[in-house]
C-alpha cells in the first residue's frame, strides 16, 4: 500500500455507539481511512462479495470486528472468513467488549490478527481506536488489492 493511499476498513459492529466512537477516532485522530460499517457478520460477508447495496463497495485493506453480534457473531464470522479462498488473507482486528482470555485466545486460534478490549472510558477507547489505525496506516505494509 502506497504512503498516500487511504486505508479501506471495514467495521463489523452492532452497537450504534461505539460505530460512532470509531469514526469520530479516525476523524479526530486524522488517520488516513474510509470507513465503512455494518452491522453483523451476515452484512460483512455481503459487503466483501459485493452484494446488493453493497456491489459498489471496495475491498477493505484491514476487518474491525466486535464479537458480541445478533445473527452471525464475530466467532462465527472469523471461523468462515478463514476458510474462504478470496478473503482468508484480509486482516481482522477484533474489538471487542469482552476480555474473557477464550474469547482472546479462540480468536488468535481462528487468526485474528489482533484482540483489543474496548476501554470503557469514551477518551481512552478514541485513544485506543486512533492508535489502531496509525498502526494499520503508517507501520503495517498492505498490499495492494485492485
Do not use: C
Not at 470486528?65 to 486482516?91: C, E, T, W, Y
Not at 486512533?130 to 503495517?140: A, C, E, H, Q
Amino acid at each position: 500500500m502506497s504512503p498516500t493511499k487511504k486505508l479501506t476498513v471495514l467495521l463489523v459492529e452492532d452497537e450504534p455507539a461505539d460505530a460512532h466512537l470509531v469514526r469520530l477516532a479516525f476523524k479526530e485522530g486524522q488517520v488516513a481511512a474510509d470507513l465503512h460499517h455494518v452491522s453483523d457478520g451476515v452484512e460483512a460477508f455481503a459487503f466483501l462479495r459485493r452484494e446488493g447495496i453493497y456491489a459498489d463497495r471496495p475491498k477493505p485493506d484491514m476487518i474491525l470486528l466486535d464479537l458480541n453480534m445478533p445473527r452471525m457473531d464475530g466467532r462465527q464470522f472469523l471461523q468462515k472468513i478463514k476458510l474462504d479462498v478470496a478473503l482468508h488473507s484480509l486482516p481482522v482486528v477484533v474489538l471487542t467488549t469482552s476480555d474473557a482470555e477464550r474469547d482472546m485466545l479462540d480468536s488468535y486460534d481462528q487468526f485474528a490478527a489482533g484482540y483489543i478490549v474496548k476501554p470503557v472510558d469514551v477518551e481512552d477507547f478514541i485513544k485506543t481506536v486512533r492508535g489502531i489505525g496509525d498502526y494499520w496506516v503508517n507501520v503495517v505494509r498492505l498490499p495492494d488489492h485492485p
